[in-house]
Every structure is written in structure tokens, then in C-alpha cells.
């Protein structure tokens, strides 16, 4: 009320003084969080339709070891309610009650190991299959994975053009956009770089993002978590004001203060798996009374619930769960929310099955795919330019090691003197390339595989065009690294300099570390990183043992299969042949006697004399091919695994 009466020119002094702590309470005043009629402008926004959710004898079970035996552990045990749209409702509960597994379950992101119906305005969701649901609804979990490099505008757009496809004219977009980052109180943050934003303000982007396609029923676990009490505040008000529009708002929340929790409008407390309590905020105490449980004057309800879960009270846990479960709406509790709801309600109308068919069909498609994977390119592109350090950093680091190495082996590429330290020399290319190719993808995947997950849950696009736009930008930086490495260090080292023993030499030495690379996107989507960068040297250590340390006659029979598996045995063997074999000439020789004056006798020692450098190119990138195949059925399987 105070600042609605600000004038402007008040208000502008006040922020020239620098007065943060003012300025911050008056943005805080000033923003429309407190403003509960903020509504979407129609010219922008479609009409949504009012979703209740109604779910029944939910149960969920998952497979643990415990004592060398493979046991069932039931994490819900039959859980029902509703949630209704207007409504704000929190799940509580304590610490490992069953909460996010809920939340999970609710919006269709855990679907394997769970039972029971989940029904959208009454109709059973897996009748329509839960693809329309996932349409209706966005799921924001905990951690706020988005691309810290973008600017909040751009992460805005790519995520505009990207859910509403060519439907929607641009601007209208920006108009949405707009309206969404004033309402969301991002509108002064508009050019800031994400990773530059507070924690509550990187959560206000994950709610804007996903509320471009202007969902029905937002999911959110935890949102509050990390953020100071006003941004906890600010974020419960915004999701507050989302669910008086209409909205089913549904978030999992811990120990809130009696300020924060009182904005809510339902609450579903659960504890070790079973609903204790679920109704109206403000009859949780009359309710619990009702128990001999009594709240303490001036004591937090928020707090007495979790104290009641965690058995300080010694209430009767099993009587309350089987009261809670008859807590329908038919109760008490109906009486006391439902005036507010039917307020809520006139915002949006309540649709039957089949008109939600058909506001689906009325809905703006995505792009197609060959447009996402532009928009996704043009953003990995965007990212890439904001982090040139890491760019410049990789493609110095091989043009250092390639001095270094061609310092080292100077010349050793055309004295027969030194074949042996040539084969070194090739060798440790070899698997420097592999290397640098591998780890960098190991370890970044990990993070963007976070990403990829809430935006591919939330339809944002689809896979194939997702990998297309990472490999786009992967590839040719992988291909730069390496001539930037090989160039110099071939140079140096004083090999041939005949084009076609240079182009097959430099052909191998990409496609091998693009397949080493192809290992790393594998590993990085299917193992956890601490294991991760240690599988994945040693396997290439391992594989390039072979054709170098030991010749193919003295392995073990159980082991020859290895030598010939091994895409770093066909490498380093193919770069052996590009230099020495090809027929090349008697190699020039210092000294009176040099044992491998005719290349070929080196070839034959190292078993490279009957080499097929066709074959053995193809073969290399048929493992390529085969591991980028595999990396993205893994990526598949790990996104829609559910
Ligand atoms: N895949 C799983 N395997 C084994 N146990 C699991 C699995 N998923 C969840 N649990 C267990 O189920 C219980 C509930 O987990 P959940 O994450 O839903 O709790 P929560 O109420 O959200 O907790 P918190 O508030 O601490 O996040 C926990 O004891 C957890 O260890």
C-alpha cells in the first residue's frame, strides 16, 4: 500500500542515493508479486483450462540391496487427494517422508514402480495417455539447471521459439516475454547473464521459462530451498498469484516460516509414506485438536505439523493417517477454502476430456526438427562466445604440447636412426589426442545432461536435433584441436611431407580422437563422473597396449580378440603405416649401419607389413559411428526412462 502511493520521482531518487537496502523493499513492494490481480494479457496468452488432480491408492516400490538380498522397499503406501486448480498446496513433511517421490509420481516423471490412478479432471490420465498430461503440465525441480552463459532475454527467446514454434509471430513472443519477466519481477535483469543472478531470481527464470507454453499445472519441488527468507517469501507470493489465476500449483516445501506458510492455500502432509493431513492451511490446528494435539500459542503451525510427523507429540500416527484419508473435500475443511476457490475459478473453465483434446490441438506446436536444432545451434553457439577462454584454452594447450613434442623428437621422422623414437613420438600423439578428446566431454556431459533432462521433460524438443546442435559445435572444435596439435608437431618432427602420406595421417589422427571423443559423450551419459574419468583412461590404456607393447603372436589367446577390437591399436598401426609404409623410400642414415634403413623392416617387426589402411580407416569410424549410436540410445533410455 505504501508504495503504490510512491511517486516516481521519489522512488528514482531513492535508487540514485544507493540506498540498497530501501531500494530493495521497494522493489519488493513495487513488484507484482504482492499485486494478486496480475493477470496474462489474452492478446498474448491463450486461455487455459482449470485442471483438478485427483490421484488414488498411489504406491511406490523400489528394488534394494540390504543384506546381500535384493528387497522391495514401499516408499508410499497408498496415498489419495486432490489437488485442485486456484489452489496453492504444499506437500510437507518430514526429511525423507516420501515428499519429492510424490511430486515425481504426480507429474509423470517417475512412472516405473509406482500404482494407483492419477486422474485429470476426473478422467483416469492413462486413457489419454501420458504425453497429453506432460503437454499440460511443467515439472521445475530443485536445482536450477539453466545455461549460466545465456542472458535472461535469450534463455527467454530460445525457449519461445523453441515451445511455440513458427505459429506464434515473433512478436508476439517478445510481447510474452516481456509481460512475463514484469510479472516475474525480471525485467531489470533482462540483459544479465544467468549465472549472475541470485538464487531467487535463477528460480523466478525456471518458472518463466516454463510458463511460456502458459501450462495449466505447474509441478515444483522445492522451490524455496536456498533462497533467503524475502526471496522465499517473494517466490511463495508469485506462486501463489500463478494458482489465483487458475493454475494447479503444487510444490513440495520444507519447514517454512508461519509468514511463508500461510500463503498457502492446501497442504498435504505426508510422513514415512502415508498422508497425514490434508485441507484448508488454516484448519490444520482446529483439525489436530480434534487429536489432543495441540499447537503451543505463538508456535509456527508449520512447525508443530513436522513435530507432530516426527512423533514429538505422540500422536496415534496410524489414527491420523486413517482419518486423513476420509479428509476428502467432503469434510469441514471444504467449507473454509471454498468461497476463495470459486473466486479463483471464473478466471478459466473447467473443461470435459474431450475439450481438452481439443485446446491440445489448438495449442502451438514446436518447430520442426531441423529448426530446433538451429535454435539449440544458434544457443550452443552464443554459449560458446561467452566462454572464449575455454575455447582458446583447449586449442593452446595442444599447440604447446605439439612444440614441446616436436622439440623432443626433432627430425625423428625421416633418420633411420631413430624409427624407434618416431614410433614413440606417433604413439604418444596417439593417445594425447585421445585423451583431450575424451576428457573434455566426460566431464562437461555430466552437467548438460542436467539440463537436457528438465528441458527435454518439459517438451522443449526433442533428442535427435538436441545431439545434432551438441555435435555441430562438438566435432569441429575436437577437428581444430587436432590440426592445431598435429600440424606443428609433424612439422617439427621432420616426417614426410608427401600430401598424401600428411592427408592419411591427418585423417586418421581426427577420426581417432573423434572416436575417443564419441567414448567420452558415452561414458559422460551413462556413469557418474568420479567413475567415469577413471574408466575411461584406463580402457584407453589398456586398448593402446596393443600394436605397440606387445605384438599380436605373443598375446594370450583369451586376449587376441582385444587386439583386434581395439580402435587404438588400429590407429596407431595406421599411423605407423601412413609414415613407413606406401612404399617409401631406404630412410636416410647417419651412422654406418642403421637396422631399419628400409621402412618396411620396421613395419614387419611392428606387424603392420600386410596392412589394409581402407579397412582399418573404416574401421575406426564404423566404432564411431556405432559409439555415438550407442551414447545416444543411452541418452534416450536415461531421458524417457521413468
Ligand atoms: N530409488 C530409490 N531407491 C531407494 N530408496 C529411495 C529411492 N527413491 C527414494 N528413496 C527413499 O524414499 C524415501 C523418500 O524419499 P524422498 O526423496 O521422496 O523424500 P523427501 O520427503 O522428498 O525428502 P527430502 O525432504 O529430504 O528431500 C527416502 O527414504 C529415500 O531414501
Known sequence: MLVNNFDVKKSNKILNNNDIQFKDEYELKKSPFLNNNTQFSEEYFPKRPALDLTFKNIRYAVNTWHKLKLVKKEILHGVNGEF??????????????????????LAGYIQTGSSGSVLVNGEDRRISGIDRFLK????????????????????MLVAAHLKLGLQVPLYKKQGQIQELLEMLGLSKHTHTVTKRLSGGQKKRLSIAL?????????????PTTGLDSLSCSQCVQLLKNLASQGRTVVCTIHQPSALVFEKFDHLYAVTTGRCIYQGPINALVPYFSQFDLNCPPYHNPADFLIEVAIGEYEADKDKLTSAASCLGRNTFTSAIIGSQRSKYRK??????SDEIVEYNKCQPKGPPTILQAYYLFGRNIKSLRRNKSQFILRIFAHLVIAIIFGYLYEGVGNN????????VFLYGSNLFLIYTGQMAVVLSFPLEFQMLKREHFNRWYSLFPYLISILLIEIPFQIACCITYLLPAYILTGQSLEP????????????????????????GATLPVNISVFIGPVSMVLFSVFGFAIRLADIPITFKWLHYFSFVRSSYQSLLYSVYGLQRDPLPCELNYCHFRYPMKFLTEMDVKDFNMTVEFFYICFICILVYISTSFCIWYRLNKR
Do not use: W
Open 500 to 523: 598424401f602420406r600428411l592427408m592419411y595421417f591427418t585423417s586418421i589422427l581426427i577420426v581417432t580422437s573423434l572416436t575417443a571423443q564419441s567414448t567420452g559423450f558415452l561414458l
Open 347 to 352: 478466471h478459466c473453465p473447467t473443461l470435459s
Open 210 to 222: 516454463e510458463l511460456i507454453t502458459n501450462p495449466p499445472i505447474i509441478f515444483l519441488d522445492e
Open 416 to 423: 633411420a636412426y631413430k624409427v624407434l623414437a618416431n614410433g
Open 84 to 105: 485442485r486448480s486456484g489452489e496453492l498446496t504444499a506437500i510437507m513433511g518430514p526429511s525423507g517422508a516420501g515428499k519429492s517421490t510424490l511430486l515425481n509420481i
Open 136 to 155: 499440460l503440465s511443467c515439472y521445475i525441480q530443485q536445482d536450477d539447471a539453466l545455461r549460466s552463459l545465456l542472458t535472461v532475454q535469450e534463455s
